[in-house]
């Protein structure tokens, strides 16, 4: 279960969030930043683009909430394993982490500004983690699949570290696979919006990223 640090929420959130502690796998991170990116190809004019930042109900929410981006989709990548589960990934074994699928299009949103939100809704500076959440299927993982996007990601990256004079988690992985995630997981905040862990945790980290980057948040209906 997900590690709630929270006194007042403890006991209800470790029966009710995403779930456990796992070990880091340095094997897999080591030698995947020396593999040739898998490029994803459009699909209907949409673009593609992942990424990996804790718990991913959390991080579905925020990309779901920005303009251009027409779908996020929750589920497992940067680990070793075929078709990882959501009990497997979270003994922290498989090497996967909670990621997104993110499809976007590219003439209202850009690949940049999908890289800004990333950072700007975490913690850059949390190892294997987000908040409440500890193990290596939480770590903070941008995925690229091409030099463009590498650059455009490094390029974010040292000028936040420059700026918080601080090391950021974000690891800089060439795009491989992803795998869809069950489908009790997908849209869990919209529907399940009385979770005692979407409550003080995943609703708070939407309205603070929504805040902070108010001209990108889509209009409600």
């Not at 930043?33 to 990424?51: H, M, Q, S």
């Not at 975490?122 to 939480?138: A, F, K, L, M, V």
């Amino acid at each position: 279960m997900k590690n709630i640090i929270s006194i007042l929420f403890v006991s209800a959130l470790l029966l009710l969030s995403c779930n456990s502690n796992g070990q880091s796998n340095k094997k897999d991170k080591t030698t995947q930043k020396d593999i040739k990116p898998v490029k994803v190809e459009p699909v209907n004019g949409l673009e593609k683009a992942y990424f990996a930042s804790g718990c991913f109900w959390c991080v579905e929410a925020v990309y779901e909430s920005v303009k251009g981006v027409k779908e996020s989709i929750s589920g497992y990548s940067g680990g070793h394993t075929e078709n990882p589960t959501y009990q497997a990934s979270n003994t922290g074994r498989t090497g996967h982490a909670e990621a997104v699928e993110i499809l976007y299009d590219p003439n209202i949103v850009s690949f940049e500004t999908l890289v800004d939100v990333y950072f700007g809704s975490q913690n850059p500076t949390q190892i294997n983690g987000q908040g409440p959440d500890h193990g290596s299927q939480y770590r903070s993982i941008i995925f690229y699949q091409n030099d463009k996007q590498k650059q455009i990601i490094q390029k974010k990256k040292d000028e936040l570290a420059k700026k918080l004079n601080r090391a950021i988690a974000a690891e800089i992985l060439p795009f491989q696979k992803f795998w869809v995630g069950e489908d009790y997981h997908q849209d869990y905040e919209k529907r399940n919006p009385n979770n005692p862990y979407i409550k003080n945790v995943s609703i708070p980290r939407l309205l603070k990223f929504q805040k902070k980057f108010p001209d990108l948040i889509k209009e409600k209906h």
